[in-house]
């Protein structure tokens, strides 16, 4: 409670009586006190930030604008993030304690008086050359705070990932290839040099643009199932196609398109592209090159065949003939033991006939690819034992004529080395065909190939992969459990 008491006196001033007035002001107490409180714990709160605060009181001229500020109060973080440790700070004007003039101070209210949020600027100490990110209050009442946050490091941070772009970007820009940075919704962040020259357009024409403004709705729709695999998946892709420059001419190129992972989330993808045109026709004229040598190869090969078909299979048939012709003339009794000589003639006869087939199978010019791989497999079935299944229908007639003897042979390689190397007892020997291409398959049930591929590959296995090569086409090799499978894609007609 809080008592007053009112005095009354006489004319002498003598003071014959008083009125005692008692009023109740424990509301006013609690409010005091929770005040006091509150303020004791703002001053905490104050002083334990680690963001220097500084309570300033505007100072206004005579034209009614603030032209510099006093310092009312600091926190302790002030003291050391400002670098004023010892040194006199409250009750300073801004314009002596940080070097301001009043024209400075008046120019940057002007622009922000009628801000109602805080207004941030960084700001770098003349003293120890630090960075901070100062921010400033509206006026309220004509005091105001400002905040010191030290961004030195961060800044430092952000000079070096500057500077350490700049040197990416100045590394992609001088490279010959293509380089394109694209974000999940397939908008392009960055191209370098080459690919805005390629477009003949402006780099910075380029970003932000989605991919189908880039390069055309024909050779998005033709890639976004990469993209989208790429993206989804995190794999490595590569891609070659056909991409017309900015003078029209179509050139072929490669690209391989590479996830951009971060913190275990795949946030965009590299596109490096080349141009391959030459490379390519470099490659034609190779395979070109190697078909002549093959066709040659078996262009000798069946003269030879014819050769010793015509001449030494020939000549042993008519003596064979000549021998029985001879044998039949001696008496019953010495035929027998004559006869004997007649074995080693049938012998080197059908020994004959075996390297002309090999040299040149007669099958496959009368009967076709796939009558003359099945009699091929029942003679390898018979010579050795080893079971071979066949579905070879999807290959019936679909190659051109020429192309049936690389196919033979590849099969015949594929055969050979199951049959001497990995001790199969069964193969199968299939082919199913697709939109884009034909896949023939011969799996064996052998020890399969080593998990490490041999540097210099068997001549073997090289005849097969050019082979192939000659027409488009390509030869893999995968383990099973247990064998080995052959796999020779062959591109169909429209993808050649």
Known sequence: MATTIVPFADANGVIHEFVSIRTDITERKNAELALRESEAKLQALFDT??????LNEAIYGESGEMIDYRILAVNKAFYSLADYRGKLVVNRFASDLYGMSHDEIKAFWLSHRDKTESVTTEYTSPISKKVFLISTSPIIHGRFVTSFLDITERTEIKQKLKDSE???????????????YWLPDYTCKFANKAYGEWLGRPVDELLGKHARQIIGDEAFEARVHIYETVLRSGETRTNTAAMRTADGKNRQIMT?????????????????????????????QIRELARAVMTLSEKERAEISGEMHDSIGQSLV??????QKKLNALPAELQLDVREFLRPVDETLKVVRGISQRLSPIFLKNLGLVAAIEHMVDK???????VVETDLAAIENVFPENWDIDLYRIVQEALTNAIKHSGATRIRLSAIATSAMVIMEIADNGRGMAEKCPEKPGLGLLLMQHRASAFGGAVRFENLNPGLAVQVEIPTAKNR
């Open 49 to 54: 930030m680690t963001e220097g605060l500084a």
């Open 166 to 180: 700049a040197f990416l970007r100045n590394m992609a820009n001088s490279l010959p290839v293509l380089v394109a």
């Open 256 to 284: 391989s398109f590479l996830p951009d992972v971060q913190a275990g989330q795949i946030v965009g993808m590299f596109a490096v592209t080349s141009d391959i045109t030459e490379i390519k026709a470099q490659s034609e």
């Open 318 to 323: 008519l003596l064979k003939l000549d021998l």
């Open 380 to 386: 390898v079935t018979e010579q050795s034992g080893v």
